[in-house]
């Protein structure tokens, strides 16, 4: 049987490949021969995907609570993709900045809109009834969000704003992430203790967190926006980009999740707790954590209000 003369480009381009990496195409054809054709539930993994949801309860609104969280996994991951392409480049152009940006801000665009599937998708009494099996378990604990942060900005916009006069770039990491705005969530308010909700994080993180403190030190997107060029650091579209992502993680996002949480914590009289125990409030509200990771982007008056005008 003779080779259609067409195939021969692909085939020579084949033999190229794998003669990089001192392999037989001879073998790999006989290979191709006999593997199964994909399907989209192979490819997907959708029976893999969907056995990961366990319930804790009987209550069926658990289960909206669990596919919701999943989403967002998959969703930060998908941002952390996109992010690392960003990070990691040894040369950067704005057009590559620019793209990425845009679909990282895209995701938590996303993100944001979604809330209502958790403010008005669960039923109030069942949430309260299958919340206590989930304690001391919390969201706080996302490992990815935490990565996705110090991927975005300089490390000392994350420091608790009542160190950051004390902190700097020669600061060791592990004094730095000591002093990082969540750790005061994750602390009894009255003893000063670290709850076992934070202890159980950085057993399993901290290691993996320090690292990541460090290589994104100076290949976070603030460090590697202001490689550009100036002229394209001005680009007042690129800007607005930059501020929309600030403000919709910063600010969107976070009012969201603690609208969605005041809804069902606030659904039962007197002073309530989040399921790790922090104060909830002072955790979530923009106008505490003062999370803004470019700074330089804003004025002072957006600053001294920063979260206020969503309270």
Known sequence: MEI???????????????????QKTQTHLEGLRWAKPITYWDYIQTDALLSLQTQRSTLPDEMVFIMYHQVNELLFKMILWEMDQITEALEITTDFFSDKLMRISRYFDMLTTSFTIMKDGMDVDQ?????????????????????????????????????????????????????????AAGKDYKTGQKSYLIQEFEKKYKASFITSMKNYNKTNLWQ???????????????????????????????????YTAKKYIESVPGKQEATGGSDWKKYMLPQYQRR?????????EELKNWGLETI
């Not at 259609?4 to 001192?22: M, S, T, V, Y």
């Not at 550009?228 to 910063?250: C, F, G, S």
Request: glycine residues 4%; aromatic residues 16%; negative net charge.
């Open 4 to 22: 259609d003369p067409n195939l021969q480009p692909q085939i020579a381009a084949l033999e190229e490949k794998f003669a990089q990496i001192g």
């Open 127 to 183: 949430y309260m009834k299958f919340r206590n099996t989930l304690t001391p378990a919390s969201g706080f604990q996302s490992a990815q969000y935490r990565l996705i942060e110090f991927g975005s900005t300089d490390l000392i916009n994350l420091i608790d704003i009542r160190f950051r006069a004390t902190i700097d770039r020669n600061t060791p990491y592990e004094h730095a992430f000591e002093h990082l705005y969540w750790q």
């Open 224 to 258: 590697k926006f202001i490689q550009l060029p100036e002229e394209d650091r001005q680009n007042p579209e690129l800007i607005a980009a930059m501020r929309h992502y600030d403000k919709t993680v910063n600010i969107t996002w976070v009012m969201g999740h603690f």
């Open 292 to 300: 803004i990771f470019f700074p330089e982007l804003w004025s002072e």
